[in-house]
């Protein structure tokens, strides 16, 4: 399984759409175009290149063209909520080289460029977005474009933004190496909770375990276990965060092999215990 090209389809021929998310599907894909995320009502996990995070509400995050991501909703027996967030693509050229090159929008260029590793904003920025989200939706012509460029305003201002990709990360789409670290984060995404030796792992990928492994940190900016420890450490905080389960279940779920290999994996990503990081949300 390797990332799906998105086609974006602006209904009104222009090239600024912006959306309700219902989608539950999580599929991994890419598209040239720019997107805005903000979550509003649930949580889960997203990927994003490189990049393994736990999301909640009000997580708004903003990623240049053709990197590879998806949203895995954590969904409760009721299912997700409608309309449980906002998505936004435009193309670039639709601003325009012209409009681009004039001084008033170096800071628009700026934001540009830091996207290309995927950038995530604060709760406060977030919650200022979503008005315009939500008229975007609504308005049509230029009242739709002053929208536009109010979000982007919001973006450029911002204080706080934090790159979500690491500084190696490949963010250009190429056949040979993306697919192969796609099928790879696929491949862990929906195995994580086993045992997963690098042996195994290169097996999938054809390689042998030493050339894998070069690759992987290459292409991830990271060690193949430790990518692995953080994609099992985000779940297992939604697990302390959101359900009672013991500790030690939550490590079994998670993939860890015992709990003191929990404890001393969580210690390390999360600076504190799991019955600490528990203790917060009670």
């Given at each position: 399984?390797?990332a799906?090209?998105?086609?974006i389809s602006f209904?009104?021929?222009?090239?600024?759409?912006?959306?309700y998310?219902?989608?539950?599907t999580?599929?991994?894909?890419?598209?040239p175009?720019?997107?805005?995320?903000?979550?509003?009502?649930?949580?889960?996990?997203r990927?994003?290149g490189?990049?393994?995070?736990?999301?909640?509400?009000?997580?708004?995050v903003?990623i240049?063209?053709?990197?590879p991501?998806?949203w895995?909703?954590?969904?409760?027996e009721?299912?997700?909520p409608?309309?449980?967030g906002i998505?936004m693509h435009?193309?670039k050229?639709?601003i325009?080289d012209?409009l681009?090159?004039?001084?008033e929008?170096?800071?628009?260029n700026?934001?540009l460029?830091l996207?290309?590793?995927?950038l995530?904003?604060?709760?406060?920025?977030?919650?200022t977005?979503?008005k315009y989200l939500v008229?975007?939706?609504?308005?049509?012509?230029l009242?739709?474009?002053?929208?536009?460029?109010n979000?982007?305003r919001?973006?450029c201002n911002?204080e706080k933004?934090e790159?979500l990709?690491s500084?190696?990360?490949k963010?250009?789409?190429?056949e040979?190496g993306?697919?192969?670290?796609?099928?790879?984060?696929t491949?862990?995404?929906e195995n994580?909770?086993?045992?997963?030796?690098l042996?195994k792992i290169?097996r999938?990928?054809?390689?042998s375990p030493?050339?894998?492994?070069r690759f992987?940190?290459k292409?991830?900016?990271a060690?193949f276990?430790?990518?692995?420890?953080?994609?099992?450490t985000?779940?297992a905080?939604y697990l302390?965060?959101e359900?009672?389960y013991q500790v030690h279940?939550i490590?079994v779920?998670c993939g860890?092999?015992s709990?003191s290999n929990?404890n001393k994996?969580?210690?390390?990503t999360?600076g504190?215990s799991?019955?600490d990081?528990?203790a917060?949300?009670?």
């Amino acid at each position: 399984m390797v990332a799906e090209l998105e086609q974006i389809s602006f209904n009104d021929n222009g090239g600024f759409n912006a959306c309700y998310i219902n989608d539950t599907t999580g599929i991994w894909h890419f598209h040239p175009e720019y997107e805005l995320v903000l979550n509003i009502k649930s949580n889960g996990t997203r990927i994003i290149g490189d990049s393994v995070e736990l999301f909640d509400k009000y997580d708004m995050v903003f990623i240049a063209g053709n990197i590879p991501h998806s949203w895995n909703y954590y969904k409760s027996e009721k299912g997700l909520p409608d309309n449980h967030g906002i998505m936004m693509h435009f193309k670039k050229s639709s601003i325009g080289d012209s409009l681009l090159a004039q001084h008033e929008m170096r800071s628009l260029n700026e934001l540009l460029g830091l996207s290309e590793r995927g950038l995530g904003f604060s709760v406060r920025d977030a919650q200022t977005a979503e008005k315009y989200l939500v008229q975007m939706i609504n308005d049509s012509g230029l009242d739709k474009m002053i929208d536009f460029f109010n979000i982007l305003r919001i973006l450029c201002n911002a204080e706080k933004k934090e790159f979500l990709c690491s500084e190696n990360y490949k963010q250009a789409y190429d056949e040979r190496g993306n697919k192969r670290m796609a099928e790879i984060y696929t491949y862990i995404r929906e195995n994580y909770f086993k045992p997963i030796s690098l042996e195994k792992i290169a097996r999938i990928a054809k390689m042998s375990p030493f050339a894998f492994s070069r690759f992987f940190k290459k292409n991830c900016g990271a060690g193949f276990v430790e990518y692995l420890n953080r994609v099992r450490t985000n779940k297992a905080c939604y697990l302390l965060r959101e359900t009672d389960y013991q500790v030690h279940d939550i490590a079994v779920e998670c993939g860890f092999t015992s709990i003191s290999n929990f404890n001393k994996q969580f210690r390390k990503t999360e600076g504190i215990s799991p019955r600490d990081y528990r203790a917060q949300f009670r």
